[in-house]
């Protein structure tokens, strides 16, 4: 009977459940909160460290299997989500940005592989899932967030006198394209590149975000230095396409966030095949599988493929990107994988880095919610 069951009992049986990616009890992580019984209903709180979960369907599962036919008289366990969001800490010398928990930098080691597309996409797919985001681009010399995006104003002051971020359906967007003139040429010293780059990073009003995602210029140049060396950066992701050229390139910039102590998230194959929409016939255009064998010879985490699509350039074709165009769509699901596990990711060297020397020796798994 439901009456012989206890919150005590509940707690017993739930200190059971364990984290499918850190391996460590959820309740000993302060992870399951607000336990209560209702009858026959057992229910818990769950707190992520991200409302991009991955894997919310197998923590459901777990707790229903510890709890129903554990506990006398639950017959189901009602689970209410939650997050909250965690912060990076960063290493002496670097300022951060206030509000800002973590900064995610999209990289390329070339240009013409997608990485603003991956980056747009991402950042609104985040920012559907729930967290608050932010996108910064930072490729000066090809600005294109605010073509994808459709922003055509020029950031205005906010009360502060700080630069007032630009609004794309609740994504808040910088660029240097929103305050160079229509085909201006950037011809900067890296002095001045960084006094830029410090200027959008610490003068504009960014309010509180989960995620801040940079989108970098390609290559190993000035701004990738002087962002890893003004700010705590949560960490980087490689954008590449499947072909050997770019592979090679890639390797560089893996290389370089290294030295640098940024950490490498891992590895997006973008451009991963074509699939004809007249016949369903997968064509690989640039080869297959290149992206996860870089993954797995610098032993990264390997976070997805993105097929070509024509759609995902041309949007609805009013300048709204694909996930804002068509979020629930085959490639909608897509992206929306890629950022769940560049999310996990996030909470992985988050956790990491503040674990501690009580963690048992063995690879680092992530609080990955």
């Known amino acids: 009977m439901s009456a012989t069951a206890s919150v005590a009992d509940l707690e017993q049986a739930l200190g059971t459940v364990i984290d499918p990616e850190l391996r460590k009890p959820m309740l000993q992580l302060g992870m399951l909160r607000d336990l209560a019984i209702d009858g026959d209903v057992a229910s818990v709180r769950v707190v992520l460290t991200t409302p991009a979960c991955p894997l919310k369907d197998r923590i459901q599962a777990d707790l229903e299997a510890a709890v129903i036919g554990k506990v006398p008289g639950i017959n189901a366990v009602r689970v209410a989500w939650d997050s909250d969001v965690s912060s990076t800490r960063g290493l002496p010398g670097r300022q951060e940005i206030p509000g800002v928990r973590n900064a995610v930098a999209i990289s390329a080691g070339k240009g013409g592989v997608g990485k603003t597309t991956v980056s747009v996409n991402v950042a609104i797919a985040l920012q559907q899932a729930g967290a608050r985001v932010g996108l910064l681009d930072a490729d000066v010399y090809g600005p294109n967030v605010p073509m994808m995006l459709g922003l055509e104003e020029h950031p205005q002051a906010a009360p502060d006198g700080r630069m007032q971020p630009m609004d794309a359906d609740g994504l808040k967007v910088m660029s240097f394209g929103t305050i160079l003139k229509p085909g201006q040429p950037v011809i900067w010293r890296g002095p001045m590149l960084a006094k830029a780059l410090r200027d959008f990073l610490y003068n504009v009003a960014w309010g509180d975000l989960d995620y801040l995602v940079i989108d970098l210029p390609p290559g190993t140049g000035d701004v990738q230095l002087s962002l890893a060396q003004s700010m705590p950066m949560t960490g980087a992701v490689i954008c590449t396409t499947p072909q050997d050229v770019s592979l090679a390139d890639v390797s560089r910039g893996i290389e370089m966030f290294r030295k640098l102590n940024v950490p490498v998230l891992g590895v997006v194959e973008n451009m991963s095949g074509f699939i004809c929409p007249h016949c369903d016939e997968r ?27 024509p759609r995902i350039r041309t949007g609805d074709g009013q300048n709204r990107p694909y996930m804002t165009a068509a979020p629930d769509s085959a490639m909608g699901h897509v992206f929306r994988d890629v950022a769940s596990h560049i999310a996990a990711e996030v909470s992985k060297e988050n956790f990491a880095a503040t674990a501690g020397p009580a963690m048992p020796a063995g690879p680092r798994i992530p609080l990955a919610r």
């Open 283 to 309: 064509t690989d255009i640039f080869g297959a599988g290149g992206g996860r064998l870089l993954a797995e010879r610098y032993e990264l985490p390997f976070l997805g493929t993105i097929p070509l699509d």
